[in-house]
């Protein structure tokens, strides 16, 4: 057990800034496995009845374990398959994190509270201290843990600001929040002027608005793949804090810009049937998780009620730009894979 890439970089134990941008309110531990795989742990630091005060600014927002196990059942529903596989599990604080965890600083961090709970916290700038430290019972610990991601020698990836990112001040906006025209502006900026960036960005607002995540600051990409690759759902844990609130705003993009794509749009109307409800199907995928239930009831039904406001959205876009327009046809006619297929079976 060791702390993460963005807690050794704000103790200058490492240069991590092309790995990820330091937060310094987040407790977050690296796993490494006796078979050598690493997984992402974050601990339960909200219980799934409470909903997150309505005053909090949502780069305040509590990191919630069972947040990141949702985003994964979530993202391949959609089939978009974007974020890491995440899975929610008891951890024993004491015998998997502190006896076997060889940084000094990490074991420093260790207490018993008044209950005789073993609790650990997080050296770090901001709200990490012992009043918002995270306890077992006594040992025992919720948390997530999320698949690595190959290391950037072999796989690099860039990190690139969200056009629609966020103020991140208690009074400030950005244009786009004020200029509803501001889709014009970003079309005119490569990558997003040809290819399917700006499409692959209002996927990632559409699932970022299911699952009630402003903090979408960043996304992250493969290089690999070139300027037309998929984007990465990393990091989750904002999502799912208040039931009770459709913000909206999150699907800028969309209402702004007014497109999407067609594969898109045909997982999202079959997810609004009767038979395949879209709270139907996660809460039979989440039932799979050892943390089970992961949701309560009523963030499942938000959800219903969230994909009712995108489709509305989008039959908006098509009443007044046309379906022609709006609806980007990304799926591969059936007569054009036949040849293919005569190809293969010969």
């Known amino acids: ?14 240069d991590c800034s092309q790995i990820v941008k330091p937060s310094g309110v987040h407790l977050k531990l690296v796993l490494r496995f006796q078979d050598f795989g690493k997984a992402m742990f974050k601990p339960m630091r909200q219980r799934r009845e409470e909903e997150t005060p309505e005053d909090f600014f949502y780069f305040v927002d509590f990191q919630r374990h069972n947040a990141e196990i949702a985003a994964f059942h979530l993202d391949r529903i959609l089939d978009f398959r974007r974020v890491p596989p995440t899975v929610g599990r008891l951890i024993n604080v004491t015998k998997e994190i502190l006896e076997v965890t060889k940084n000094e600083v990490l074991q420093s961090v260790f207490f018993i509270s008044p209950a005789n709970n073993v609790c650990f916290f997080a050296k770090c700038p901001y709200m990490c201290k012992t009043e918002y430290a995270v306890c077992g019972n006594p040992h025992l610990l919720e948390g997530s843990l999320s698949a690595f991601l190959p290391s950037l020698n072999l796989a690099p990836r860039l990190s690139i600001p969200n056009p629609w990112i966020r103020s991140y001040s ?41 699952i009630g995540n402003m903090d979408r600051h960043h996304y992250e990409m493969f290089t690999k793949f070139g300027d037309d690759g998929f984007l990465l759902h990393l990091d989750n844990a904002r999502g799912f804090g208040r039931h009770s609130h459709d913000e909206t705003s999150i699907l800028a993009p969309l209402s702004q810009c007014c497109i999407i794509k067609r594969s898109t749009l045909l997982r999202l109307q079959l997810l609004a049937e009767p038979e395949y409800l879209l709270s139907d199907v996660m809460r039979e995928s989440l039932l799979q998780d050892q943390l089970a239930p992961v949701l309560t009831e009523p963030h499942l039904l938000a959800l219903d009620r969230r994909l009712q406001l995108i489709l509305k959205a989008v039959r908006k876009c098509i009443d007044t730009h046309g379906e022609a327009k709006v609806v980007a046809n990304d799926t591969t006619p059936a007569q054009a894979l036949a040849p293919e297929r005569e190809k293969l079976s010969t």
């Open 1 to 14: 057990a060791d702390y993460s890439q963005d807690e050794k970089a704000l103790l200058g134990a490492c």
């Open 170 to 210: 208690f009074d400030g906006k950005e244009e786009w929040e004020v200029n509803p025209l501001y889709c014009d502006t970003v079309r005119e900026i490569y990558p997003y002027s040809n290819g399917n960036r700006l499409l692959n960005i209002i996927d990632m607002a559409i699932f970022d608005f299911l």
